[in-house]
């Protein structure tokens, strides 16, 4: 079966002037590697294509294949990860990980929020910050939390995120809104443990690989899973496997989002515990980093004892599942 790939290359877009937090969601060379010669070890046939401008080119010059497995996250819009699978769709091509309207819904947090909240799912209180103006009219008590509404990777969050005073949340929307030029979410700041859940197939089919606590070590930014705290995790972050009563409850929580937003084949979901005590739904990432050692889905799954090759495996698996109800193409 002839597989394509479909991903940002970092250091293209370093070449090209892009700056390295402006590309820090973009897969390095050796993440592309590893999927492909996984991809050969479980007997399909890997074709690199690249981003959305070479799908295009690809496509037109009558390329096809099978199967695509999309990891493209996209560089504008709010739209910019459902670009490779709105082209592939159009084609009738089928690929892994969710389809557009999942990845442009969950890539806004203020919108997914507002969708999570009406399926009696516990997150923030929280509004959206589009322009100066509307930092009057932001009615939460302190202490809250800012970041841009449509980054990833901690793009955005620092240690003034967690926001005190008026004064403090003017300054910071101010220039989030400036140097993201996007709207900022703002949200009531939960004091409480951090997790992330794991989580293969769609639907009824959706599992839980795992659930493991964030935890800040002291050389860290204080209170934020931060982009600084998220580039040196292995110096400043501490990720501890749990199965406690709580850890199980945000599991549920996790796979409650996950099914009710219509999230496929694999990604994670990020929560954190309110005051008391509550695992409250943060935001969820529907097309995870796929890094064997870096990106915290294979984080999670190492720290389960599976192996790479298993976790590209059982994605590979739920998407052929949902092509044909085979696992067959």
């Known amino acids: 079966m002839k597989v394509g790939i479909t991903y940002d290359l970092r250091d293209d877009y370093l070449r090209a002037g892009y700056g390295v937090e402006e590309t820090a969601e973009f ?49 504008h819009g709010y739209g910019r990860e459902a670009q490779v699978p709105a082209i592939l769709d159009a084609y009738d091509i089928p690929y892994t990980f969710s389809d557009p309207l999942v990845l442009s819904l969950t890539l806004h947090k203020g919108m997914v929020k507002h969708v999570v909240r009406d399926i009696d799912i516990p997150t923030p209180d929280f509004c959206v910050v589009a322009s100066p103006s509307d930092v009057s009219s932001v009615n939460l008590s302190f202490p809250l939390f800012a970041k841009p509404v449509a980054e990833g990777t901690g793009k955005g969050i620092d240690s003034a995120s967690k926001i005190i005073d008026r004064q403090s949340l003017e300054s910071v929307c ?29 639907g009824e089919n959706a599992v839980s690989i795992g659930v493991i606590e964030v935890l800040l070590r ?30 199980k409850r945000a599991e549920e929580t996790a796979l409650a989002a996950w099914r009710g937003l219509g999230c496929r084949d694999g990604g994670r979901v990020d929560l954190r515990a309110d005051a008391a005590g509550i695992p409250n739904f943060m935001e969820v990432n529907p097309l995870a980093g796929l890094h064997p050692e870096n990106s915290d889905l294979c984080i999670i799954a190492s720290m389960t004892g599976m192996s790479y090759g298993v976790l590209i495996e059982a994605i590979m698996q739920s998407a052929l599942k949902r092509c044909n109800g085979e696992g067959k193409v």
Not at 50 to 67: F, M, S
Not at 178 to 200: C, K, N, S, W
């Open 27 to 75: 897969d390095r060379e050796d993440t592309i590697h590893a999927i492909e010669t996984s991809l050969e070890d479980l007997g399909y046939e890997p074709v690199r294509i690249g981003n959305v401008k070479a799908l295009v080119q690809r496509l037109n010059d009558g390329d096809r294949w099978d199967l695509v497995c999309n990891i493209a996250e996209g560089l």
């Open 174 to 202: 101010r220039r989030m809104l400036r140097d993201y030029r996007q709207p900022v979410l703002v949200e009531a700041f939960l004091p409480g443990r951090e997790f992330t859940v794991g989580i293969l197939g769609t």
């Open 218 to 247: 002291e050389n860290a930014e204080a209170d934020v899973y931060s982009y600084q705290n998220k580039e040196h995790f292995k110096e400043r972050v501490e990720y501890l496997l749990v199965n406690d009563e709580t850890a």
